[in-house]
Structures are given as C-alpha cells and as structure tokens.
C-alpha cells in the first residue's frame, strides 16, 4: 500500500547561542492512509518538533518528507501554507477557536481560503461536520458558551471541513476534565473507523491506547513502533 506520509533520513537542528541542538535525528516513519497512530515520549523529546514538520508548520534541516506523493520538503512558507490548508486538519490542546466568531464561522473559516466555493457550498459544509460531531444544535453560539468538550468537538469539526489527507491532533484532551476526555477520544476512534488517517501527540497512556499504531521518541529519534493488534474498546461518554 502506498504510503499516505513519508519521512525519510529527517532531522530537525536548532542554533541558539553558537550551540547546535538537533530536535530531530535521522527519522524515518511511514504512514499509511486509515492508520491511528499515537506519538509519545517525554517533553524534549522531540514530538513537537515533528509534529510542526508533519503539519508542515516548518520544514526540515536534512531529508524527505513526501505527503500524498507530493515532495514537501523544500517548499517555501506560502507553498506549505497552501498545502497544510489542503491536506492537514489540526486540533489543538487550546482549541484555538477565535472568541468572536459563531460555532459555524469557526468551522467555515478554513473554507474561506479556497477559491471559487459558494456561500451556500461552505455552509453545507459546515453543516455536514457539525452533524458528525453532534454539535450542530450549537451552530449560532459562541466558544464562551460552551463547554471546554464541547470547544474541542468544534475544533474537531474545523479539522474535518476541508477534507484534509489526516488529523494531527496535538494533546487533544490535555485541557479537559476526564469525562470530556473521554467523550473527544470516542469521538476521535468514531472518525478512525470512518477511515479518516489520524496522528495523536499525547502523554496519557489511556488515549495512546485507543490508537492502532504507537510510536514512542526518546532525545529526537523513535525507540519503538507498535501495531496494536486490537484498539481500546469505544469509551462510552458524552458530552
């Protein structure tokens, strides 16, 4: 099966104060599409830094990094802006849902950056992701009136609009209590099994157990790669 992400040889140095740091060492990891993989190890470990080159939020000192076939490495800002908002669906620890805008704007705004969709186009959108996370019932109230679950459920709506080739869900339930916890990671294995390709940053055991595939980092390089024969069982909360 052709691989949906492809790094090869990637590595990721940093000088600060005439002190080379390499973030990243010589990574190489293929992701197929359908796959859940969890992405953990302890802070410093170097999971930001590939999570950013995953996302495209930066790119690499050395190697290869191909994504749906197309080389990725060497574009220019502009060029990985482009493709990021194509390609990759982000939800965050934070949410980063912007404070003034509707359920349904925050959603939309994604959409905004392609030429050529209808209002009606986007909204029919908006419509459909909002029905898949169940909150379409929100569509008109703003992030300060809903629960810090019910954020990340939008967030993940954001994520989805665009039809990206995956999710990078960073730390996705690293700002909720455990019930919320649990209801985004139900929601998040729901997608999975839709098919949707995901990549979880994570520092809790029980969510890197939900994933198909676990991949642990230690001091910028990968320690272990796991296929998990059997994912955790669907965790039965709601928001």
Do not use: W
Not at 91 to 119: C, H, R, W
Not at 204 to 217: F, G, H, K, L
């Amino acid at each position: 099966m052709t691989a949906l992400i492809q790094l090869k040889n990637i590595s990721k140095h940093f000088v600060t104060d005439e002190v080379e740091t390499h973030a990243v060492n010589q990574i190489n990891l293929s992701i197929t599409q359908g796959e859940y993989l969890a992405l953990s190890g302890p802070s410093g470990c170097g999971k930001s830094t590939l999570l950013s080159l995953l996302g495209l939020l930066d790119s690499p000192s050395e190697g290869t990094y191909h994504l749906t076939g197309l080389d990725a490495s060497s574009l220019n800002r502009n060029e990985r802006a482009k493709i990021r908002n194509e390609k990759v669906g982000f939800v965050f620890q934070s949410f980063n849902l912007i404070s003034d805008l509707t359920v349904a704007e925050n959603v939309m705004l994604p959409l905004t950056y392609q030429k050529g969709l209808s209002k009606q186009t986007m909204m029919d959108k908006v419509n459909d992701v909002l029905q898949q996370v169940e909150m379409s019932h929100r569509t008109r109230h703003f992030p300060s009136q809903l629960s810090g679950g019910q954020q990340q459920r939008v967030a993940v709506a954001r994520a989805l609009v665009n039809d990206p080739a995956f999710i990078l869900a960073d730390e996705p339930t690293g700002n909720l209590d455990s019930k919320n916890a649990e209801a985004v990671m139900q929601l998040l294995n729901s997608l999975h099994q839709k098919g949707s390709t995901i990549v979880m940053v994570t520092h809790d055991p029980r969510s890197a157990e939900c994933a198909s595939r676990q991949v642990e980092m230690l001091d910028g390089q990968i320690i272990r790669d796991s296929l998990i024969t059997q994912t955790a069982a669907p965790i039965s909360a709601a928001i």
